[in-house]
């Protein structure tokens, strides 16, 4: 059973480091002073969640107050109306107060009662969702120095792949001017003014900051007319929590989206579904030909991670430089679909000084100049986008038919002890790759 304790000792120390930025970036009063609990197993990390909070199903909301000793929902509604928030129909956030008796319940004590009457799934922590790398996200390590001027690695393919596919990612934003000496990133959105990195323009760079430039700009590549709309999802460290971005969702599903792209892995409680993203996907059924690709995580675990283990969704996991066989920080099992390149990939990045904060690289200074080389299922996830959106505007499939047809492909190239693979390939006649040749069917291989 998963307890909080003196999980600072008891990590690895980069995740330690990672797991601390988090939680105080969470902390800090203009991120609304939220106190962010570790979940420790076996002396290793099993998730990290808000304290004080819980997700309910509505139906057994009635049931989880009494067994927890709390007023009912028409005293909370009456009294404390901020105590008990729709976060998706089916699911309400519930902050815990004293109970009867005075006292207050911890989240590991409080779901274990409720477990107990109810069985596991009812109520669930409210997780916290990252792109951190060590922390259960990604990517796989900090951003790394190239030479000024480099060119994207995969390369940009010419054409109009993508064109009249609208993708929508939850990242953490758009640089202000992301075309500035990115062309390919020409014409890529923000979901509105708050949606705007924060780090850009800085110097030193923040940590996390043009994550989603990066993962864009990848896309792009793939897919240079998809037309791309990057949020903020993830403004407080690389993170948030389920609470919070399965409403942002919901309201991008009047947006008219092709493609969800998700840029995050959590662990949770029991290894059981997000309880928001498994309603959102209920309420995904009514938009025909969606599809919703996400990242499986930098663990190197055969654990699912969610929302890339829900069987809606397409996950892709991250393959070596050699493309051949799985990186070594790709999470993997049964619940990945699909590999793609995902270690020292290059692209979009900010300007400046940024300076490390995860072992052994600690407080080492890394100077840029726009592009960065970058490794994690965080950019090989937006490969596959790429290619779904390409061939969506190629063959006119919506995005369900186009991402089942691609699987299938990769299928048919399945590397033994890896699993279904897919590589970055224009349809055009120019390969993503200088040293790759392509065939019709177009299928890049390395060492051609």
């Known amino acids: 059973m998963s307890v909080t304790g003196n999980w600072r000792e008891d990590l690895e120390s980069r995740v330690a480091d990672e797991v601390t930025y988090i939680v105080d970036s969470f902390a800090a009063p203009d991120n609304g002073a939220i106190d962010i609990g570790v979940a420790m197993i076996d002396g290793e990390l099993d998730y990290l969640f808000a304290e004080g909070r819980l997700l309910v199903r509505d139906e057994q909301l009635g049931r989880v107050l ?11 509604r009456d009294i404390e109306p901020r105590r008990v928030q729709r976060v998706i129909s089916g699911v309400v956030q519930l902050t ?10 911890a989240i590991p004590n409080a779901l274990d009662l409720v477990d107990n009457e109810l069985g596991p799934g009812i109520a669930t922590p409210d997780h916290v969702l990252t792109v951190a790398p060590n922390a259960g996200g990604c990517p796989a390590t900090e951003p790394e120095e190239v030479y000024y001027g480099t060119e994207p690695y995969p390369s940009v393919c010419h054409g109009n792949g993508g064109e009249g596919v609208l993708v929508y990612m939850a990242d953490t934003g758009l640089l202000a001017h992301p ?23 800085q110097d030193p760079i923040p940590p996390y900051t043009a994550h989603g430039t990066f993962v864009a700009g990848v896309a792009r590549c793939m897919a240079p007319a998809a037309d791309v709309i990057v949020t903020n999802a993830f403004a407080v460290a690389g993170s948030t929590l389920e609470s919070d971005l399965v409403p942002r969702l919901v309201s991008a599903l009047g947006l008219g989206v092709d493609i969800f792209h998700l840029t995050i892995a959590a662990p949770t409680r029991q290894d059981l579904p997000l309880v928001t993203f498994e309603a959102w996907l209920k309420l995904l059924r009514q938009y025909k030909g969606v599809v919703v690709v996400v990242a499986a995580g930098n663990s190197g675990s055969r654990r699912p991670y969610w929302p890339a ?6 996950s892709v996991g991250a393959l070596a430089a050699d493309w051949r066989s799985r990186a070594s920080f790709s999470n993997h099992g049964g619940w990945v679909d699909v590999y793609a390149p995902g270690r020292d990939l290059i692209n979009a990045y900010a300007t ?24 994690g299922t965080s950019f090989s996830t937006p490969i596959v986008t790429g290619l779904i959106a390409s061939r969506m505007s190629r063959t006119g499939e919506n995005g369900q038919q186009a991402a089942a047809a691609l699987l299938a492909e990769a299928r048919a190239e399945a590397i033994p002890g890896v699993g279904p693979i897919l590589l970055p390939c224009c349809h055009d006649g120019h390969p993503a790759r200088a040293e790759e040749c392509c065939r019709e ?8």
Not at 309 to 314: L, P, Q, R, T, W
Not at 441 to 448: D, Q, T
């Open 179 to 201: 075309a500035d000496g990115h062309p390919w990133l020409r014409g890529v959105q923000e979901g509105d003014a708050a949606d705007l990195d924060t780090g850009n323009g």
């Open 352 to 375: 400046g000084t940024y300076k490390c904060h995860v072992q052994p690289y600690t407080d080492q200074e890394r100077q840029f100049y726009g592009m960065a080389k970058w490794s």
């Open 309 to 314: 283990a829900f069987s809606e969704v397409v």
């Open 66 to 76: 009494e067994i927890l000793g709390q007023p009912t929902e028409v005293e909370l």
């Open 96 to 105: 815990l107060g004293p109970t009867n008796e005075g006292e207050m319940h």
């Open 441 to 448: 069917p177009c299928r890049c291989k390395p060492g051609c």
